[in-house]
């Protein structure tokens, strides 16, 4: 018999947030992984274009990423998108530690 994974295995939530000053924040839970990582990337570029507000992706709440997932944060953090909150596994991931 086959099962299904769990929703909470395989989806990817953003959510948006206005802070008050100059920053937005989408806070990302779940799974990046090859499916979504088109959804992220898209999400992003909304909202620097249609905002001039400083955009943060809060990673704390991320259980997994793949190899395109990881790509596709060095390329926000390269265009200027603060990762804040990551895990200790992104944030060794970015370093290129193992």
Known sequence: MVR???LHQIMLRITEVVDRGAEITLYVEGRIVSEWVGVLQEECRRVLQESSRRLRLDLGAVTFIDPR????????????VALVNSPAFIDALL????
């Open 95 to 98: 370093k290129g530690e193992s």
């Open 4 to 6: 299904p994974l769990p």
């Open 69 to 80: 997932g990881l790509l596709a944060l060095r390329r926000l953090a390269t265009a200027g």
